[in-house]
């Protein structure tokens, strides 16, 4: 990518296609979330099945090919840089708990989207008219000191 076709895209996202409009993005955030309300359930993770060797070595697991104690069904998860597992019994527990995972999908997916659809808002929402000139001057010195003081503690 080269900075001709960067430059191309961003003025392209700028102008806004004759189609969009205001009301018509407001829509489609309100359907978004109207979806999260009705999400249900949801937890981050993952399902494993695991076979495990118990040790004893007169056990039927100790013997070559033998694939070990199991299936044992665990819910996965990393937070906070943090692995926990838990035991999940075959049958309508695991039922439960997948269907969880899969609200979790959805809920990143419609995060993700409601992301896009407010920058469309924002994009489209007009600027405010300030007529006073006198409260304009006084606008632009207040952003003028809040910026500069970003710019310097950088
Ligand atoms: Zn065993």
Not at 62 to 91: D, I
């Amino acid at each position: 990518m080269g900075s001709l076709s960067e430059c191309c895209n961003s003025i392209q996202i700028r102008s806004p296609l004759l189609t969009e409009s205001l009301e018509g993005w407001e829509q489609k955030r309100s359907q978004l979330y109207q979806q999260l309300q009705n999400l249900g359930d949801f937890r981050p993770g993952m399902i494993s099945v695991n076979y495990r060797k118990c040790g004893k070595p007169n056990c039927a697991c100790a013997q070559p090919g033998h694939p070990g104690h199991g299936p044992q069904y665990l819910w996965n998860t990393t937070q906070k840089g943090k692995s926990r597992a838990e035991s999940l019994r075959l049958g309508p527990e695991v039922e439960k708990v997948a269907r969880e995972l899969e609200n979790y999908d959805r809920f990143v997916g419609l995060c993700g989207e409601l992301v896009e659809v407010n920058e469309q808002i924002c994009r489209l929402r007009p600027v405010r008219a300030v007529e006073d000139e006198a409260e304009l001057a006084q606008l632009k010195k207040k952003l003028q000191k809040k910026f500069s003081r970003r710019w310097r503690r950088k």
